[in-house]
């Protein structure tokens, strides 16, 4: 499979408001490193799976692979074309092949703009289709695609009188009208009914089938990362802690994290239920402003090597084919 | 948004109907509603509603009030009623005129301030509270002294005197929603700044432009008034309530009240009922009251 | 031990009026919780179980309206006035709200919390006596005792979560009420405070209800499991029972339809159709255009609730079965 994206040594650090004190005696700004150096591919159609806590730098993360957010360092590429340094115009041009769908639908939605209006803007903006008759019938054509049958109802309606699942396909449209290459998938069914939230995984799925598509799946729940993602990435303080195929995260997870991680999703069945032993680590995520020296993970972690942990950084390692691991248990 | 508010005497009136009315809203705005329409009839009809000429003598001078004539006839003989009548056109004609050019003003640069942001942002800011910390009427009526009488001068005065009210809602409604999500997806869609700041944060604070507007009109009539009371308005003979209110109250030792009594009450009412009308507006498109279903 | 109901609820009803007409949030709905026992309501948004939780508080907003009957302590909450429910929140029934941020007062150190909730109910303790035991209850949802000079901005959301634990058991209620009390955290604190809860549980024996979305949760946490769908609670029973042996096809669409947690079971089953209006709910059935079984009469008839193999089914599936509760003899 050829590769999609790469992104080499990414990071993003937002610098907090200064004191008046702080300004005027030029102490330099703290910083919250949300993402700090993250390098990874993503291949022509598969699934990419990025998971962690909230803090982990996830969001950032595909925030930044779109150019929605400046990169503080490193390179993004798509197709083996640099766009870290793209501009306006070219920058617009970009966004045809790159979308993105949301967490909050009715937030990423104008409240004052019919829906069929907002899936057909993407089409004016980028001048798609020769006659407003053109772009209707594709519009149409979409709506159906993501279900909001009959689609001619639906184009006049406003987001506030669909229904939650019915507002993320109506995001799902828009990000799909253009016939993206890469959609990047931002805890898109985070907010959803359980019912409803299969469904449009299987919608997620379908599409990816039909347009042939490459998606960024970002989300803190792996219990849904198995039905669509590929591989994995594991991310905790935005740093990178485990890269794998699906079977290798969650078969045989190899980072302390990702072992938390995944015992600490609640089982419904209530015989694996009581059965299983969990591995629950104390505390929460540290703060980005001061994340922990060496390893930062270390100070939750119940295999911290003593002198060698807090200190010193572990580098990724492959520790089996493609499954990479940054731990000093696997030095 | 109330601190802007807080600027409109309107506003406090529409408050202490409130108070008065308990939360009968509906009601308010009812009647509100049918004293303006019943003004604009007026001020549309004027030549059929009126009795006689208003500028032109028609009997003796402060004539009191008669069958012949309904409220009296003024110091030049004129028909006090027709006047009443025909002053509705120039009192709504200044007010819509004058809020329109300080929307006109104020929400394109309000719009710009808010989504550019940085230097620019603050020396608009700058500018326009300085006009804003100015008391009203003072401003217009240097304005209005500079510009000379004329509908369209004292409709600019009006103008400045409420731009910044638009400016002021529009800029810190267009800093917050230009961090809504929703205006990230329009950028992720690639749409230009211009188009979103058209289509997708424009209209997400024309609710609020619509509140100033209608309590915007009370006082823009109100301002007016004052400006022709102190003789800066429209030049005479033309039927204008602040300059028949000050002409009709040199005479009230002389016994003739009504030179006096139904210009101002023609000012009262129109104003009560924007103020009524404004509340009403008010509360059906402020977001934290509506249903939130 | 676990005979005693703590609290009753009978063919309660809540409906809000809103613009577009009454919403039928709450239709007929009747449970028991036992002494020392916790019940799961599961349900997904809008099928009434929040507006259950609240309005055994009387916490509901303006706009609603409540019949049937609560009972706890022989006494039925519907019809107490906010004086005599005042003695009742937080003494004998307290809740764990979803969002402890915006269930505390910002401007109000943690201790001041305390302390206002125990001079409330007991204003004969000392400040001292209640500053202690405000310490003893952070002790236990393991804060440390120092910080309850801070305001609850400055904890994490773990630690805010725990503090409202604590807030809500300082003076040891027999019944809880815990609305999606872990939503709102990542996976691990989840897990934490699950388990800080189900130790809780068992040390001041108290009952619990919990209302979540997440059946994981509650197969972690409840002895018995209600589920909800649309204002209906359309099966109840023994949490293994629900897991197992699913009796409304409701549950057993939902339960096929949530991701488990074995790897290699990658097959996607989903419910298909939208959650109904509640302004205008279907008739009969409230599930039945969305149900796979369905019958003739399942779009015409309300089902009654009868009881199979322990547990209690609202489908008309189990026609014949005993009926625990017929719809129309208690309307009557």
Redesign the interface.
Known sequence: MKELIRVENLKKHFPLKRSLIEAITRIPPRLVKAVDGVSFTIKNGETLGLVGESGSGKTTTGRLILRLIEPTNGRILFEDKEITSLKNEALRKMRKDMQIIFQDPMAALNPYMKIGEAVRHPLKIHGIGSSKKEQLDTVYNMLEKVNLTPPRNFYNRYPKELSGGQRQRVVIARALITNPRFVVADEALAMLDVSVRSQLLQLLLDLKNEFNLTYLFITHDLATTKYICDRIIVMYLGKIVEIGSFDDIYRSPAHPYTKALISAVPEPDPKIQKSKKKLIPQGEVPNPINPPSGCRFHPRCPYSIKNLCSVEEPVMKEISDNHFVACHLFD | MNEVKNKFISHHIGSLLKEIFGSGTGIITFIGAAILIFFVILAIFAPQIAPYDPTVRVSRSLKPPSDEFIFGTDNLGRDVLSRVIYGARIALTIAFIAVLIAAAIGIPLGLISGYIGGILDRIITLIMDAIYSFPGLILAIAIAAVLGPGILNIAISIAVVYAPTYYRVIRNQVASIKDELYVEAARAIGARNIVILLRYILPNVLPSVVVVLSMNLADAIMTEAGLSFLGLGIAPPTPDWGFDLSNGQRFVLSKAWWGLLYPGLAIITVVLGFSMFSEGVNEYLNPTIKEKR | MRSEKVIEIKNLRIS?L??RGP?SAVDNVSFSIMKEETLGLVG??GCGKTSIGNSILKILPKNSSIEGKILFEEKNLVELGEKEMQKIRGLKISMIFQDPMTSLNPIMKLRDHFVETIKTHKPEISEDKAEEMAEEAFKAVGIEPSRLKDYPFQL????RQRAMIALALVLNPKFVIADEPTTSL???????I??LLKNLKEKYKMSIMLIT????????MADRIGVMYAGNLVEEGL??KI??EPKHPYTE???K?????K?ED?K?????G??PDLINPPTGCRFSPRCPKAMKICFEEEPPIFEVDGSKVKCWLYKGAEIVENERVNQS
């Open positions: 809000y809103t613009r919403v997904e948004s994490s959301g773990g630690m990542d996976v691990i604190v989840q897990a934490q699950l388990e979305h997440d059946l994981g949760v509650v197969a972690e949490s293994e897991y197992y669409a939902l339960l339809s949530i991701p488990n947690t790897p990658k996607l089953i989903y419910i298909p939208n959650l």
